[in-house]
């Protein structure tokens, strides 16, 4: 297979194979550079951020889950705390937005 662009792109490819694995090192190391750089879920998502709300949001969306698969389990009880503390996760993600 005739070798393409120049030797200084790492995405040559010839038949030898060994610039291939050179080319999917080179978009591997990137891909994680990428990643890396990115803040997690948690730090990012106003509703994730607050602990409690966080426990609640999962486990309604575990009892939810549960539900779809016909399996009966209890709902986590919304407490009007629990509901200031998602309007002002509510707001947050909307001035985020803006």
Request: aromatic content about 6%; charged content about 30%; overall charge positive.
């Amino acid at each position: 297979m005739p070798q393409t662009g120049n030797n200084h792109n790492p995405l040559t490819v010839s038949s030898g194979g060994d610039e291939f694995l050179g080319c999917m090192s080179y978009l591997l190391q990137i891909m994680i550079e990428l990643i890396m750089k990115k803040k997690p879920l948690i730090e990012t998502n106003p509703y994730l951020r607050d602990p409690e709300l966080r426990k609640y949001l999962i486990e309604r969306n575990v009892a939810s889950s549960c539900a779809i698969e016909g399996v009966r389990v209890k709902y986590p009880k919304f407490t009007k705390k629990l509901q200031k503390k998602m309007r002002e996760a509510a707001q947050e993600a909307q001035n985020k937005n803006r």
